[in-house]
């Protein structure tokens, strides 16, 4: 497709004629994925899918704002407390990451707002022995 618009000729009529002399030509032919879905069809439409996609076919990784990072965290905590083997244990893991959150409220973190709070260690014991029973 090196040829240039005609002049006059109108743009639209221009871009479905190199389309149709390409695939007539066979250059579509060997596409990878001819003849399969969409990926993503069917989902929710995503603006940054492409971006996304990107990311998962290089393999790259992004790594979260540290404000993010600390709330997967802390829910990961907390799921791990709930998950304890023992009482002495979900309080620990609850008290670890209560000073990561006081740490992070006391100096600040790059990011978006932390909106966290260091959980109540006697409320997730009290949950764990509830869980218990």
Do not use: C, Y
Request: no cysteine.
């Amino acid at each position: 497709m090196t040829d240039r618009k005609p002049i006059g000729m109108p743009f639209e009529s221009w871009i479905d004629r190199q389309i149709r002399e390409a695939e007539e030509r066979g250059e579509f032919d060997d596409l990878p994925g001819k003849g399969k879905p969409l990926s993503g069809e069917g989902r929710p439409l995503d603006e940054m899918w492409w971006l996304r996609q990107k990311i998962e076919s290089e393999g790259l990784s992004m790594p979260l704002p540290p404000t993010l990072a600390l709330r997967r965290d802390a829910e990961a905590a907390l799921a791990e407390a709930r998950g304890a083997r023992s009482e002495t244990e979900a309080r620990r893991i609850v008290e670890e990451i209560n000073h990561r959150i006081r740490e992070a409220i006391r100096t600040g973190l790059p990011g978006p707002p932390l909106n966290l709070m260091p959980f109540d260690a006697d409320e997730v014991v009290s949950q764990w022995r509830r869980d218990r029973r």
